[in-house]
């Protein structure tokens, strides 16, 4: 048995080398990116308590080790879809990226590649799906429906065009989130130009010529190019308005028809009850991800960690995902342990994008393959499927 790691640059950027896990990218990103940009990423819904709890779920567990075992040859490979990845985590989709990235979602996608992990690409995208797909052809792409049949079919049939194997339907936008922690900060999509804006512009000049201005300057005005078979909004007009479809008239039947439109992996982001899990296994899903999009739809929603086991025990046949509040390796480990396949994270890396590009992401996925590494040492395992039911222990205090 070999062990699996992510490869990363031979040398480490100096700015990059103080980074010491994925929370140490947040507080640079908050430095790097303009006020509106930074509470775009950060930001979740009305009083952050599900954001909070993703986090602090993970504090309801605590491992119990073995010792004295030959540890020294590890593998942290997971497959999925019968393809082998290099460890059991992956970049989860992050809209607008280009935004406090230059070419964001190509630098996310080519970044995962590389490391021999998934990277599903936002439907709420400014570069062209086309060109994440010919860059990275083992991308996922994740799609938010339209709210017409007609619109539905035709995204799909560009999604399938452009050659991407595995698609992500996210189903927990029936309407739009109160996300009034981003209007505080004063983001809106599109984004106003005016005084305030200019100057959070004018007091992050890295940002405004490394990652706007450059983007304008090369590619020009980014638009959301990826809700729809045809190019959306500009990210920034005076008055231009987003059209966000009305999906709450959505339902299984939808799914169904994709499932007949769709030859490869079908996943399906966004469920947290066994039964909506059971329900889109009978459909024809081949995966979900168990998720409360990171806090940002409804405040008060359980953390996916903590659903987790419910939706693994009702659908034991397919895999069952994860994303929301990992940050570390521990974090993997006991999601894995619960009965995930394979867990995501997104405001991390596109903090790492922000701030460092591929370096920067490179820098990211190679931390928290380091950090998985480390703890099945110290757990006494060689790869993930060994970690025993007794060593994650449920800790009754926190209940």
């Known amino acids: 048995m070999t062990q699996t790691k992510i490869t990363s640059p031979a040398k480490v950027p100096r700015h990059l080398q103080q980074l010491l896990c994925l929370d140490d990218f947040e507080e640079a990103a908050r430095r790097f990116l303009p006020r509106p940009v930074f509470g775009y990423i950060a930001g979740a819904a009305e009083t952050n308590f599900s ?26 490979s997971i497959t999925l879809f019968g393809k082998t990845y290099a460890s059991p985590f992956g970049i989860a989709p992050v809209g607008l990226s280009a935004l406090s990235a ?4 190509l630098v996310l996608a080519q970044a995962a590649a590389q490391a021999g992990v998934p990277m599903v690409m936002s439907g709420s995208s400014l570069i062209r799906l086309e060109e994440v797909a010919q860059a ?3 991308s996922w792409f994740q799609a938010y429906l339209p ?38 900060t004063g983001f809106s999509t599109p984004m106003r130009p005016g005084l305030r804006l200019a100057w959070d512009g004018i007091t992050h000049p890295r940002w405004l010529f490394g990652t706007f201005l450059r983007t304008i300057a090369l590619h020009g005005m980014p638009h959301f190019e ?29 799914f169904k028809k994709i499932r007949a439109m769709w030859q490869g992996p079908l996943v399906i982001k966004g469920l947290l009850a066994a039964d909506d899990a059971r329900l889109a296994r009978d ?4 995966g979900v991800i168990v998720s409360n999009h990171g806090g940002r739809q409804l405040d008060g ?22 994303d929301s509040g990992v940050r570390r390796g521990s974090d993997v480990i006991k999601a894995l342990a619960l009965g995930a396949r394979c867990v995501f994270a997104g405001r991390p890396f596109a903090y790492a994008a922000a701030i460092g590009g591929a370096a920067g992401v490179s820098r990211a996925l190679t ?15 060689t790869a993930l499927d060994q970690i025993e039911p007794g060593q994650l222990v449920r800790l009754s205090s926190r209940i």
């Not at 954001?51 to 942290?76: D, G, I, K, P, W």
């Not at 459909?283 to 081949?286: I, M, P």
Request: hydrophobic share 45%.
């Open 136 to 138: 990275a052809p083992e």
């Open 301 to 322: 929603a359980i953390a996916p960690l903590l659903a987790l086991p419910a939706v693994v025990a009702a659908c034991p046949d397919i895999p069952v995902m994860m």
């Open 283 to 286: 459909c024809g899903a081949d």
């Open 226 to 254: 990826n809700n729809y078979a045809t190019r959306g909004a500009p990210i920034m007009s005076p008055s231009v308005v987003r059209d966000f479809a009305d999906r709450g008239h959505l339902n299984w039947a939808h």
């Open 147 to 184: 709210g017409e049949d007609a619109k539905i079919e035709a995204l799909i049939e560009r999604v399938k065009a452009a050659g991407f194997g595995t698609l992500v339907i996210t189903v927990d936008t029936p309407v739009a989130a109160n996300r009034e922690n981003n209007v505080r």
């Open 51 to 76: 954001l909070q709890q993703n986090r602090s779920a993970f504090s309801h567990y605590a491992f119990e080790t073995r010792v004295m075992r030959n540890v020294s040859q590890r593998t942290q």
């Open 102 to 105: 230059y070419r964001g979602d």
């Open 367 to 381: 931390l928290l393959a380091d950090e998985v590494s480390r703890n099945m040492a110290m757990l006494g395992i």
